[in-house]
Every structure is written in structure tokens, then in C-alpha cells.
């Protein structure tokens, strides 16, 4: 019961915090600062995508990528299975 008396005192308790004018200005340029500072990742990867979805040459290039790789990939599987 102790806890319930000790929580409803708090509760009842009104507290002002004293905040200066310029705080949310502080605050406001220190984000602003840190947006700013804030370095671009060497690879994007979403850049990257977006950039490949929006060229038709682009879309071609990942399927003949894909297609290649497919079939280096089938090739060294036949390979392997027939042990040359």
C-alpha cells in the first residue's frame, strides 16, 4: 500500500520545468547541424536500384547479368558431376 500512497502523491504533485526562449531554436539547429554533417554511404543499394528500374538498358543488363551467371553456375555444376 505504501507504493499506492507514494505513486498518488507523485501523481498529484505539479512540477514546472523552467525552459529558456531559445530552446527549441538549440534544438531545432542542432538537428538541422547533424543533417547537414551527416555522411552518404559509400554503395547504395537503394540508389543503385532505383536508378537500374528506371533505364530499360539497365533492366536488360540485369537479365543478361542473371543469364551469364546461370549459366557459369550450370556449367561448373555439369563439370563437377562429371568429375573432368
Known amino acids: 500500500m505504501k507504493t ?8 498529484e504533485q505539479k ?3 523552467d525552459v ?3 530552446f ?6 542542432r ?3 547533424y543533417e547537414r554533417e551527416k555522411r552518404q554511404p559509400l554503395f547504395n543499394g537503394q540508389r543503385l536500384i ?8 539497365g533492366k536488360a543488363a540485369v537479365v543478361v547479368a542473371g543469364m551469364l551467371i546461370g549459366f ?4 561448373f555444376v555439369i563439370y563437377a558431376f562429371l568429375g573432368c
Open 4 to 11: 499506492d500512497e507514494n505513486y498518488n502523491a507523485w501523481k
Open 15 to 17: 512540477r514546472q520545468i
Open 72 to 75: 557459369v553456375r550450370m556449367t
Open 31 to 33: 538537428i538541422y547541424q
Open 24 to 29: 527549441s531554436e538549440k534544438v531545432m539547429s
Open 50 to 57: 532505383a536508378l537500374i528500374s528506371t533505364r530499360p538498358l
Open 20 to 22: 529558456d526562449k531559445g
